[in-house]
C-alpha cells in the first residue's frame, strides 16, 4: 500500500490541525447573494425549459424586462429567504431533508483538545525505535507526551515530559515541552502550578507560537 | 467555471428544493473549504458560486445515500483546480487573512483561536493543492482516506501518498514556525 510509513504530525501541527476543526464557521456570509447568482446561472442554462417549470408552479419566475437578450431570472425555492445574512453555525432550513447526510456543526470549543483522542490519533503504544539523532529521539518523547495529553492520560504525559528535561534540559524542543507542560499540570487540576509555569513561560518565551495555547490551558483549567 | 448550456432538463421541484437546503445548510462548509484549499478572500465569493453551480448541473448524479460534504468538497476542489489552471495565480496573500482574524477577535479565548487558525491556514499555504486537498479532507474533515481517493478521483496509493507528503511539509512549516524561520 505504502512505501514509507506515514509519519505522525508533530505536536504543534496536531494544536492547529486540532483549532481548525473546531473553527466554527464564519458570520455574514454571502448565502443569499450567491445562491441568486446560481438560479441565474443554471437558470439562464435551461430557459428553454423554464417556462414548464413556472406552468407547474414549482417555481416563480421573474422576468426581467430590462435585461439584455430577455434574459429570465427565477429562483428555484419557494422557501422564504431570510433577508440578512445568515449569521449563525446552525443549519437554518426548514426543510432540510432527512436523507442528506449533514455532518454537525463544529462546536466552537477551544485550541486545546477538549477530549479524549478518538482511534485514529497516532498512538505509540510499542516503545519507540532509537533514533538517530537527538533531534528524533526528543521528537518520539515528545510525541509520546502529546499522545498521553490527547488521550487525557496526564500522568503518562507528565513522564515523558520529565524524561525529555532529564534527558534534553535544554534540547530544540524544550518549547515545546514546557508548554505541554503547562497543559498538563492543567489538566491534572494543579492550577497554581499551571500558572506558575505558564508565568514562566512567557517570560522565557514572550514570543513564542505556544503562548496563547499556554494561556488558554491555564484559563480553562478546572 | 464556464457556463456552459446542459442538454439535461431541469431538476423536479422536489430536486430544487432539497439542492436549496443543502446549499443553505452546506453554504458555510463550502465557504470554509475553499479557504482551506488556499482560495483568495476576494475570490471565494465566486468560487463559491460555482461549486454550486456544478453541484446542481449534477445533481442528479448525487448519491443521496452518500454524506454530502466529500462531494461539495471534491467539486471546490476540481473547482478551484479549474481556476488556478486559467488564472495560473498565487496562492493566497497570508497576511490577508491574519489581518481577517485580528479583526474578528473578541476575547483572549478568541484571540488564541484565532491565533492558531491563522497559523493553520499559513501551514496549509506551504502545501501544493493536491496534497492540500487530501490533507483537509482527511485530518480536518476527518474523512477516510479510501473516500478520500473516491471523491477526488485518484488511485488509492495516490492518496496515501500526498498524504505523506503533505504531513511532511505541514509539520516542516510548523516547526520552521517556531524556530523563527518562517517570515511573519
Known sequence: ?222 | MAQTAVSRPLLTPEAQQRFTSVYRAEFPYVWKSLGRLGAREREREDLAHDVFTTAFRHWDAYDAARPVRPWLFGIAYRVLLDFRRKRQNQMEDVMERVELADAARSADDALAAQQAWALAARALDALELDRRAVFVMHEIDERPIPEVAQELGIPLNTAYSRLRLARRDFNQKVAEYQTGRMAP
Open chain 1, 1 to 222: 500500500m505504502m512505501d514509507e510509513p506515514l509519519e505522525p504530525l508533530s505536536a504543534a501541527a496536531l494544536t492547529l490541525v486540532l483549532a481548525e476543526r473546531a473553527r466554527p464557521d464564519d458570520a455574514g456570509l454571502p448565502v443569499e447573494a450567491v445562491l441568486a447568482r446560481v438560479s441565474s446561472t443554471v437558470g439562464l442554462a435551461t430557459r428553454a425549459a423554464l417556462w414548464t417549470k413556472v406552468v407547474i408552479g414549482a417555481v416563480s419566475a421573474v422576468v426581467g424586462a430590462g435585461l439584455g437578450g430577455g434574459g429570465v431570472y427565477w429562483r428555484m425555492t419557494q422557501q422564504a429567504a431570510p433577508p440578512a445574512p445568515v449569521a449563525s453555525a446552525a443549519p437554518v432550513a426548514p426543510a432540510l431533508q432527512v436523507e442528506v447526510a449533514v455532518a454537525p456543526a463544529p462546536v466552537p470549543v477551544p485550541v486545546l483538545p477538549p477530549a479524549p483522542a478518538k482511534s485514529k490519533l497516532p498512538v505509540r503504544a510499542a516503545p519507540a525505535p532509537v533514533a538517530a539523532d537527538s533531534l528524533d529521539a526528543e521528537k518520539v518523547l515528545l510525541e509520546r507526551a502529546r499522545t498521553a495529553l490527547l488521550r487525557r492520560e496526564a500522568a503518562a504525559a507528565w513522564a515523558a515530559l520529565e524524561e525529555h528535561r532529564r534527558q534534553y534540559p535544554r534540547g530544540s524542543l524544550s518549547e515545546e515541552r514546557d508548554a505541554m507542560r503547562v497543559q498538563v499540570l492543567a489538566q491534572l487540576g494543579r492550577d497554581d502550578d499551571a500558572a506558575g509555569e505558564a508565568q514562566a513561560f512567557e517570560a522565557r518565551y514572550p514570543g513564542s507560537l505556544f503562548l496563547p495555547l499556554v494561556k488558554q490551558a491555564v484559563d480553562r483549567a478546572p
